[in-house]
T-cell receptor, first 114, second 110 residues
Framework: DTGVSQNPRHKITKRGQNVTFRCDPI?????LYWYRQTLGQGPEFLTYFQNEAQLEKSRLLSDRFSAERPKGSFSTLEIQRTEQGDSAMYLC????????????FGSGTRLTVV | EDQVTQSPEALRLQEGESSSLNCSYTVSGLRGLFWYRQDPGKGPEFLFTLYSAGEEKEKERLKATLTKKESFLHITAPKPEDSATYLC???????????FGQGTTLQVKP
């Protein structure tokens, strides 16, 4: 148990369908990040929340992607009209403030678009 | 543009055979360099953060070092349970987002 929980662990969806993933960080994590990882590659940054405010979005995050973090607690990532290229592992990471930080990742949600 | 390159892409070692993994980086201003371990189907597991050239950190059989251009992860007398993908990442901005390398997949054979 890393302290960051992601659901579901796996999601298979048909092309064109909408999907939503959830991330529950630990209470101390005022920073929350979403990353996407494809096979054989390192994670790529998607978006960042400081408490409930979304402060940065990658250009990878097309109009079909939206993320929220209501009340600065859990976060959701929604993909509308999924495409096969969206198939990847979606990772959530939490971190507190301060000098000695080391982000804690969840186990991820594996999305397969068929 | 910030960039992180890891080498080799894959490494096979015999149990007890020490080696090093390399992480070369180009950033505008380094706030921290991170090492993570990732097992198949799981999220990255935090190992170390290094902040300035000359810094070293150790954990069991792992030792991370940092220079102004690269970082090394030294593995001493590895065991099969050290088999995993090791990821290097840098934080160079104000938001704390990490730029990752592609990883080095380590296999340790008994």
């Amino acid at each position: 148990d890393t302290g960051v929980s992601q659901n579901p662990r796996h999601k298979i969806t048909k092309r064109g369908q909408n999907v939503t993933f959830r991330c529950d960080p630990i209470s101390e994590h005022n920073r929350l990040y979403w990353y996407r990882q494809t096979l054989g590659q390192g994670p790529e940054f998607l978006t960042y929340f400081q408490n409930e405010a979304q402060l940065e979005k990658s250009r990878l995050l097309s109009d079909r992607f939206s993320a929220e973090r209501p009340k600065g607690s859990f976060s959701t990532l929604e993909i509308q009209r999924t495409e096969q290229g969206d198939s990847a592992m979606y990772l959530c990471a939490g971190g507190g403030s301060g000098v000695n930080y080391g982000y804690t990742f969840g186990s991820g949600t594996r999305l397969t678009v068929v | 543009e910030d960039q992180v390159t890891q080498s080799p892409e894959a490494l096979r070692l015999q149990e007890g055979e020490s080696s090093s993994l390399n992480c070369s980086y180009t950033v505008s201003g380094l706030r921290g360099l991170f090492w993570y371990r990732q097992d198949p189907g799981k999220g990255p597991e935090f190992l170390f953060t290094l902040y300035s050239a000359g810094e070293e950190k150790e954990k069991e059989r792992l030792k991370a070092t940092l220079t102004k251009k690269e970082s090394f992860l030294h593995i001493t007398a590895p065991k099969p349970e050290d088999s995993a993908t090791y990821l290097c990442a840098v934080d160079s901005g104000n938001t704390g987002k990490l730029i990752f390398g592609q990883g080095t997949t380590l296999q340790v054979k008994p």
